[in-house]
Structures are given as structure tokens and as C-alpha cells.
């Protein structure tokens, strides 16, 4: 009977473990390390899209109806908002 333990008896099927399955452990590991990725940022979207639910009040307030009118009877030739030519019309 053998009283003494050599290293190289508990690393050889180890390193013949390794050699044989390397591809299927890195697999493995790159999958896992996605997936955890993945969930994590799936968390983040959860809890920012949540915080902007719950802050999402309508403003209360009026528009400058003198303002408005003032605008509507320019006449200079300046832009007016919405008076641009679209770019892509010929």
C-alpha cells in the first residue's frame, strides 16, 4: 500500500480533463458570461424605463397666444417654423 500522494497523480487526469473538453469549457464559459451580460443589461433598461414612468408628468401651462398671433402676421422673409422647403422634395 502506498502511503505517500504525489501531485503528479492528482493533476494528470485534471490536465488530461482540460485537454480533452478545452473547447466545450470555453464555450461554456463565453455563453455564460453573455447571458450574464445580457440579463444585467436587461436590468438596467427594467429599472431606468420604470424611474421614467413614474416621472413622467405633463407639464401645466399656456403658450403666449400674443407671442403666437405676433408670429402667424410676420411678413419678413425670414423662416417662419414650419415654412422651411424640405430638402428632399424636387
Do not use: C, W, Y
Given at each position: 500500500?502506498?502511503s505517500?500522494?504525489?501531485?503528479?497523480?492528482?493533476?494528470?487526469?485534471i490536465?488530461g480533463?482540460?485537454?480533452?473538453?478545452h473547447?466545450?469549457?470555453?464555450?461554456?464559459?463565453?455563453?455564460g458570461?453573455?447571458?450574464?451580460?445580457?440579463?444585467?443589461?436587461?436590468?438596467?433598461?427594467n429599472?431606468?424605463s420604470?424611474s421614467?414612468?413614474s416621472s413622467?408628468?405633463?407639464?401645466q401651462?399656456?403658450?403666449?397666444?400674443k407671442?403666437?398671433?405676433?408670429?402667424?402676421?410676420?411678413?419678413?422673409t425670414?423662416?417662419k417654423?414650419?415654412?422651411?422647403?424640405?430638402?428632399f422634395?424636387?
Amino acid at each position: 500500500m502506498k502511503s505517500s500522494i504525489r501531485i503528479s497523480d492528482i493533476i494528470e487526469p485534471i490536465a488530461g480533463f482540460l485537454r480533452r473538453f478545452h473547447m466545450l469549457l470555453f464555450f461554456l464559459l463565453v455563453s455564460g458570461g453573455l447571458f450574464a451580460a445580457i440579463m444585467v443589461l436587461i436590468s438596467i433598461i427594467n429599472v431606468s424605463s420604470s424611474s421614467n414612468a413614474s416621472s413622467d408628468n405633463a407639464i401645466q401651462g399656456t403658450f403666449d397666444e400674443k407671442t403666437i398671433k405676433r408670429v402667424e402676421q410676420d411678413t419678413t422673409t425670414a423662416a417662419k417654423p414650419g415654412s422651411r422647403p424640405s430638402p428632399f422634395v424636387e
